[in-house]
């Protein structure tokens, strides 16, 4: 059979090429330099843009490493009570989005809120009479940041302390290695890089930030590229600082993607009989206890339950007219980019299957960066060759025929749409991927020579094997788009709003109380994906 | 060199192996031969400290060092193991796995010792390549490397074979069989495989669900198996039954025996070559099927009573299935079985 030439397939070189656009636009805003406007940036806001996405990223990184690697390490290696239940519970941090935790933390420990109050009629002490850490800060943030973000760490360690061999520690055994030196040069350096992959995605995710570094007042690269769109309506400059803030997510995803391939040589997939935990007795049980729940309390439980009671305290809120809008508004926006994102990943997918040459895998490959790279950034790749399109097209038309049509697509749900495409088409296609590499090109054959033709290969064959992983990559975009900041606030059409847009714009407003009703709305939606998770642990 | 003594070992409440003893002198390479799941690998692990015993004794030289009482950690026996995945590190490279065990030592002396030890393997060339870069052979001789670097007392080896191609399987194993015997090396081996358990063993065992049945040379195993367990398990073969007449004649289906047989010989074991065609002979059997093996005809043969025979027979000779042949008996081992499975006596 002979291959058809490539260009009658554009779903599998266009289309990828056009999700590649965002980022490359970013880029090309360089062609425009204007020298005027970045040596003022160099000389005032820059040097702090830089500072603090840099310090944050570190700092939380560093952070959640420590206590991601540590508590997998406690879990893997020793029984104490509760740990079983602890396997489940540690990832719901994942659930809280980095902003949501922060409004929760700031209503917390702020002047006003209960721990402060609780503490001055304990010990009769006025305003100014005490110190008291500011939550609104680097440093909070920093905190804050790693306790919602050590999941990853968490996750990548965990499995990667029980992808180890049973037979290394008893192959050094037998090599008269003490256990000590067992621990320091086999199992440190093989779980390394899964603690680096975690951090590289901490940091990731830190980059992206937006909601919570706008709230706490603290400028980095995203609170930039805002100001410097709206506040000073300089395109090419937010394009700009957009591809600053690009290539350093882009060399994290290198990183991470380099630890990947570490671990990929590590894991043997032996399963042998695996390690039994040593039993903690006594006061060092009840420590490991204590402080796996500590770490519990303040990264879910305490913001979680807090944003439970204030959402309460306003119950009609819940059936109110305007919160039904939200709702809606944002499940609509979900729903349509989930299957609009299934349908791409599953064209791209089906291509990478097919055996495509290898410029146009890579091409397929390239276009799920949009992964790596801040909400912001999309966006602004996003708008800017929409709003070139629309201003053209409206010279034109009025030109031609006296008509203007205005902002035709940026103004759009379509501009949103095509942003979260970009950003969690990798998320889609992994799920994917992952189903479809199950079906081994044999079965096609046997498929075939039993009379199956390829459509109905497809209804017959393919979707019924697909079905698990499509309901999976369904659910975490779904919950993806629904807590997505940043580009839905740069792309969103006038006057629609979503959950997250409003939880943000009434913290902003300083409403924590009213933000609590569509922030629990999005807790709530993003404990399916960790439920979905910690299934998908337990069956392994 | 190694002594067990009524070894006895379990997983949880089952019992996996039972009043197991043999022993091995310093130089020799056993092998434990057995089906899956027959307990050899754990046999194995207990040497190596891995398992604790339940009963018995094992004895490295002249010290205990595994008993119910006594366990000496793995790491203070000076037994080293090749796993049957390898067990490689995957973060070192050639000479970083063969140098693990070896952090006593100087620098100096340990990049000398890693080099000689490439140099026995022969993969000097492949010093610091990183092991997932190796191809399965490769990786099997780094392993081997890795546990002799450090000159342990015995070498335990499981099923160290197993993952690796046919043809690939009989040259490593002479390659290590003479690696072992030029460096003196006391070695266990367990396989599943008996072809290579001839190839590399000295003295063998058979172990059939947790129980050792025969401890000898594979000539031993093969010509004078002690039970059917050993007859079945090594070698092909046929078992005859054994009918005494009237008159006091001993005959099987192949006629009166030409030696004497114990008072209770209920089966006689005939293996393929002890057959061969005469077109002349006045003994038949039918082929009831035929496997070409390159040198030789595998023929599986039915005696007019209905008991099965196979033997082999030259390429050229061929004869179609259902035809019916004439054969003869040339016994060299006589092997006969109670009905209650051990063997009586057998003649040569």
């Keep these: 059979m002979k291959a058809s030439p490539f260009w009658r397939h554009p779903q599998w070189w266009l289309l990828p090429a056009c999700l590649l656009l965002p980022l490359l636009v970013v880029y090309a805003s360089w062609g425009q330099f204007d020298a005027k406007l970045w040596s003022h940036l160099t000389t005032t806001v820059l040097p702090d843009y830089l500072l603090n996405s840099l310090l944050l990223a570190a700092g939380a990184g560093g952070l959640a490493a420590l206590l991601g690697a540590s508590l997998a390490w406690l879990l893997h290696f020793y029984q104490f009570p509760g740990r079983r239940l602890f396997q489940l519970l540690l990832i719901l941090p994942l659930a809280l989005p980095a902003y949501i935790i922060a409004y929760s933390y700031t209503a917390l420990l702020d002047f006003s809120g209960p721990l402060q109050q609780g503490l001055r009629q304990l010990t009769g002490l006025g305003y100014g009479d005490y110190w008291f850490p500011q939550v609104r800060s680097v440093g909070g943030a920093i905190c804050l940041f790693a306790l919602v973000l050590y999941p990853y760490v968490y996750l990548l360690t965990r499995a990667s302390l029980a992808g180890q061999s049973p037979r290394w520690q008893e192959a050094c055994q037998t090599l008269g290695v003490s256990r000590r030196r067992y621990l320091g040069s086999v199992l440190l350096p093989l779980t390394r890089p899964a603690v680096f992959g975690g951090m590289a995605l901490v940091m990731m995710e830190v980059f992206a930030d937006y909601g919570t570094v706008q709230y706490f007042g603290i400028p980095t690269l995203t609170t930039g590229i805002f100001r410097t769109w709206f506040g000073m309506n300089d395109r090419t400059g937010a394009a700009q600082l957009s591809s600053l803030l690009c290539t350093l997510a882009l060399a994290l995803m290198l990183l991470e993607l380099y630890s990947r391939r570490q671990l990929r040589f590590y894991h043997t997939g032996q399963a042998g009989k695996t390690l039994q935990p040593q039993q903690l007795k006594g006061v060092r049980a009840w420590l490991a206890t204590f402080s796996v729940s500590l770490v519990l309390w303040l990264a879910f439980f305490w913001p979680a339950l807090a944003l439970l009671v204030w959402s309460l305290e306003t119950p009609a809120a819940w059936l109110s007219l305007d919160y039904l809008q939200l709702l809606g508004n944002s499940l609509s926006l979900a729903a349509l980019s989930t299957v609009l994102l299934l349908v791409v990943a599953l064209v791209l997918v089906y291509g990478l299957r097919q055996g495509l040459p290898a410029w146009q895998q890579l091409l397929i490959r390239l276009s799920g960066l949009g992964y790596a790279v801040p909400g912001t950034v999309i966006a602004i790749g996003v708008m800017w060759p929409l709003s070139v399109f629309d201003n053209w097209l409206d010279l034109f038309m009025e030109q031609q025929f006296g008509i203007r049509t205005g902002l035709l697509l940026s103004g759009t749900v379509l501009a949103l749409l095509l942003a979260y495409l970009v950003r969690f088409l990798a998320v889609a296609m992994q799920a994917l991927e992952s189903g479809i590499s199950q079906i081994k090109p044999s079965m096609d054959q046997a498929a075939a020579s039993l009379g199956c033709s390829r459509t109905q290969l497809l209804w017959r064959l393919h979707l019924p094997l697909l079905k698990t992983s499509l309901w999976t990559a369904a659910l975490l975009v779904f919950v993806d788009v629904l807590k997505e900041l940043p580009a839905t606030l740069l792309l969103r059409p006038f006057n629609f709003d979503t959950l997250a847009v409003r939880t943000f714009e009434l913290a902003s407003d300083e409403q924590l109380a009213a933000a609590a009703v569509p922030a629990l709305t999005i807790v709530l939606a993003g404990l399916l994906p960790v439920i979905l998770l910690n299934k998908a642990a337990l069956k392994s | ?342 063997r009586k006596c057998s003649f040569r």
């Excluded at chain 2, 006091?248 to 030696?259: E, H």
Aim: charged share 20%.
């Design chain 2, 1 to 342: 060199m190694l002594t067990i003594k009524q070894l006895e070992l379990h997983y949880g409440d089952t019992r996996v192996v039972q009043d197991f003893s043999l022993a091995l002198a310093t130089g020799q390479i056993g092998c434990l031969l057995g089906p899956s799941g027959s307990g050899k690998s754990s046999v194995l692990r207990a040497i190596a400290g891995f398992e604790p015993l339940t009963q018995g004794e094992i004895w490295l030289g002249d010290s205990i060092v595994s008993s119910v009482t006594v366990q000496l950690p793995p790491e203070r026996r000076k037994v080293g193991m090749v796993f049957q995945d390898y067990a490689l590190f995957p973060h070192l490279t050639v000479a970083g796995n063969v140098g693990f065990g070896l952090h006593q030592l100087p620098v100096a002396q340990r990049r000398q010792r890693v080099m000689q030890m490439l140099e026995l393997v022969g993969l000097t060339e492949l010093a610091d390549r990183a092991v997932h870069q190796l191809s399965g052979g490769q990786q099997q001789r780094v392993a081997l490397a890795r546990a002799l670097a450090p000159a342990p007392a015995l070498l335990l080896l499981d099923e160290p074979f197993s993952g690796l191609d046919a043809d690939l399987r009989d040259a490593l194993a002479r390659d290590i069989r003479q690696i072992l015997q030029h460096e003196g090396i006391t070695a266990l081996l367990v396989t599943h495989d008996q072809h290579e358990a001839f190839a590399m063993a000295d003295q063998l065992g058979v172990i059939v669900q947790g129980q050792l049945q025969q401890w000898g040379s594979a000539y031993e195993l093969y010509h004078q198996p002690v039970n059917r367990f050993v007859a079945e398990f090594i070698g092909e073969g046929h078992l005859l039954s054994v009918c005494r007449e009237p008159a006091g004649d001993v005959r099987t289906a192949l006629g009166a025996l030409p030696v004497e047989a114990p008072s209770d010989a209920c089966w006689l074991l005939v293996r393929p070559e002890d057959i061969t065609h005469d077109d002349e002979s006045l003994l038949k059997a039918q082929v009831i099927s035929t496997a070409f093996r390159g040198s030789c005809y595998h023929y599986e043969l039915k005696l007019h009573n209905g008991e099965l025979l196979s033997c082999q027979l030259q390429s050229h000779h061929c004869h179609a299935v259902g035809e019916w042949i004439g054969i003869r008996a040339e016994l060299a081992h006589w092997v006969f079985f109670s009905d209650a499975g051990s």
